[in-house]
């Protein structure tokens, strides 16, 4: 079973690589082309926009990537003693077929494997700890939750097969004009019932048991969500994937695939904060008013602006996010939606652990733990500890133990005071933080995702975090918004919101 999906996978993977510029082939430019296209946001999100878009229009047009900050966004590193360690998004699933892609087009490669050993912690003690043994862990994961376990991998599997649809339905050029049509299109009314949901809900639902969902599930959504299992099941369930094996970054820092498309796709850089855009009309050749939009900004040399055709916003509208005034537009559009992002810090320690912290009898140097998830009780503070690994691995490197001094990063929803530093440390050389408003704060029942439409040919591509945030996701919505605006603006409606996609492509590959 497991060989039949891994093989449509990889025929996905290499159907994906084969029709990257499907867009671009098939149009029927019978609309003149658009001559500028601004985008909001240098993460991989606005920059996989500018790369997908290119593919879609081709070189003619001109296309402007608006950075406030670096270059990245919330994928970003930080340099300790002579190296950079990843401080925010850090790990990619192996089923992430848009950043394979990325990697494979850019010339980039994974960054070397190092194994890695979890432990999960109560607050005082470790309650368990991964052996070197497949068969140790096996049986006692089987011991104390019976086949929960098991059934959780073919739970999130079944899920995965679903959502690997999207990438045969990107590939044949479909697009979807809301984050629910997109979701529904790839797991029907399920996945629109998930995004509803509590992932407690959805798994008791489904028989797990509240045992299990307390001691494994919840510490999962912690360290990739820093949220109890009352998130939402679609994101719930990603986070869950993102416990599976195979994880990998990109060597030398995930954010170099940033860098990396801005230049593939010839995209030129602003430096400048986006404050205001609006809609300006125009006469056109044809004697009718055309509508356009003026971006506003401020860069080094002070405020300007200038108008384009279409515009992407690739950056939350959300509170403490960006603050993007949108003015002449009806129905208005909001500056900040609805919802909150989640605040995770980061911090960044060079020191050495104090094991007994963590209420282990075991002698430092032979504590290899590399990753400690906790319980969602009173007693964590702290949502993980990691031992990290720099984004490019030296020769000749392997894990060491916790009686050498080494970078650890700690999550926690708040800044961590010199009390928890010392309790959880012997002894430091340094300690950075950094506050990530992260990703959403979930909470179902949606009350409604944000539109991918803002207006005519004005779109909100982090309207998808509301299903759920990571890399790939936005990645996928970069694809999807690219196709959008392209049939869009080439009025081919056929290509748009088509139902039942999966049966009448079925046989297609
Ligand atoms: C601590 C942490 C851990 C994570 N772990 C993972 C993980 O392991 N795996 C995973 O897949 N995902 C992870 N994520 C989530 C992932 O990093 C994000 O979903 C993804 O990077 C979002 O990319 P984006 O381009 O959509 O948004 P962003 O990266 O936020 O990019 C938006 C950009 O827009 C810029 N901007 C904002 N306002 C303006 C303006 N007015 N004008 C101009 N520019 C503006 C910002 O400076 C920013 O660079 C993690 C995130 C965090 C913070």
Redesign the pocket.
């Known amino acids: 079973m497991a060989l039949r999906h891994l093989s449509v996978k990889a025929l996905l993977f290499f159907g994906l690589c084969q029709v990257g510029r499907r867009g671009f082939a098939s149009a029927p430019e019978v609309r003149e082309a658009p001559k500028k296209i601004a985008i909001?946001?240098?993460?991989?999100?606005?920059?996989a926009a500018a790369f997908f878009l290119r593919q879609e229009f081709g070189p003619a047009v001109k296309i402007e990537v608006?950075?406030?900050?670096?270059?990245?966004?919330?994928?970003a590193t930080e340099n300790i003693g002579g190296y950079e360690y990843e401080?925010?998004?850090?790990?990619?699933h192996p089923l992430?077929l848009h950043m394979k892609h990325f990697l494979d087009r850019l010339g980039l490669s994974p960054r070397a494997d190092v194994s890695s050993k979890l432990a999960i912690f109560d607050g005082k003690e470790l309650t368990f700890e991964e052996s070197d043994w497949f068969i140790v862990n096996f049986i006692r994961m089987l011991w104390r939750y019976g086949f929960n376990f098991i059934r959780m991998h073919m739970w999130v599997e079944g899920i995965l097969d679903k959502f690997m649809r999207i990438y045969q339905y990107q590939q044949f050029g479909y697009s979807f004009s809301s984050v629910e049509k997109l979701l529904h299109a790839m797991g029907g009314d399920g996945f629109l019932t998930l995004v509803n949901q509590t992932l407690e809900e959805a798994m008791l639902a489904e028989g797990f048991s509240q045992v299990f969902l307390n001691d494994v599930v919840t510490p999962v959504t912690r360290v990739?969500y820093g949220q109890s299992v009352r998130i939402n099941g679609f994101v719930g369930a990603i986070a869950l994937a993102?416990a599976d094996s195979g994880l990998w970054a990109v060597d030398g820092g995930n954010k170099m695939v940033c860098s990396g498309l801005l230049y593939h796709s010839k995209a030129e850089l602003v430096p400048?904060?986006?404050?205001a855009i609006s809609m300006k009309m125009r006469p056109s050749k044809t004697g009718s008013a055309a509508n356009f939009y003026e971006v506003n900004?401020v860069g080094e040399s002070g405020a300007a602006h200038s108008t384009y055709d279409i515009v992407v916003v690739?950056?939350?509208l959300h509170q403490g996010?960006?603050?993007?005034n949108f003015s002449g537009f009806s129905p208005p559009i909001p500056t900040h939606f609805p919802g909150r992002y989640h605040q995770?810090v980061?911090t960044l320690v060079h020191g050495l652990l104090n094991v007994s912290y963590l209420g282990t009898t075991e002698k430092p140097e032979r504590f290899f733990v590399s990753d400690v998830l906790t319980l969602d009780n009173k007693a964590s503070e702290i949502h993980s500890l990691s031992s990290l690994n720099p984004v490019k691995i030296p020769k000749g490197y392997s894990p060491s133990p916790a009686s050498q001094h080494k970078v650890w990063k700690i999550?926690s929803s708040q800044p961590l005071s010199q009390k928890n530093l010392q309790q959880i440390f012997l002894s430091w050389d340094s300690v950075s933080e950094k506050r990530?408003l992260?990703?959403p704060s979930y909470s179902p029942p949606h009350r409604r995702t944000p539109p991918f439409i803002l207006h005519d040919r004005l779109y909100y591509?982090?309207a998808v975090?509301w299903a759920a945030?990571?890399?790939?996701?936005?990645a996928i919505s970069a694809r999807n918004l690219a196709l959008l605006a392209h049939h869009r603006w080439y009025e081919q409606t056929a290509k748009i919101n088509q139902e039942d996609l999966h049966t009448r492509l079925k046989g297609e590959l």
């Open positions: 909001i946001g240098g993460g991989i999100g606005g920059t608006f950075e406030a900050g670096t270059v990245g966004g919330r994928l401080t925010g998004g850090s790990i990619i992430n990739n993102g400048a904060r986006v404050t900004y690739a950056t939350p996010m960006s603050d993007i995770t980061a999550f990530w992260a990703y591509l982090n975090e945030s990571a890399m790939e996701m936005s």
